[in-house]
């Protein structure tokens, strides 16, 4: 009787065991395609920094332009 308990319980933590390794598995490879998705996004946001730095200078630069043509041409109060 003894023997039949302990085959159950060996039956039960071999289940278990098998259950938490493909628990483990799968974690590590959501966690994966999360620091993947992660660096794209950081990759992403970069790019979209470096577009607005570049947005602005030329901003600045059209209306400097604008500023001396309306000196140029006595607009400005």
Known sequence: MTADIENLVLENLR???????????????GFARVELRL????HGLA???G????????IR???SRVERIER??????
């Open 39 to 42: 660096g794209l996004v950081e």
């Open 51 to 58: 577009v607005s730095a570049s947005d602005r200078d030329e």
């Open 61 to 63: 630069a059209l209306k």
């Open 72 to 77: 140029r041409l006595e607009l400005t109060e």
């Open 15 to 29: 289940v278990i065991r098998s259950d938490l390794a493909s628990l483990r598995n799968e974690t590590r490879e």
């Open 47 to 49: 790019d979209l920094l």
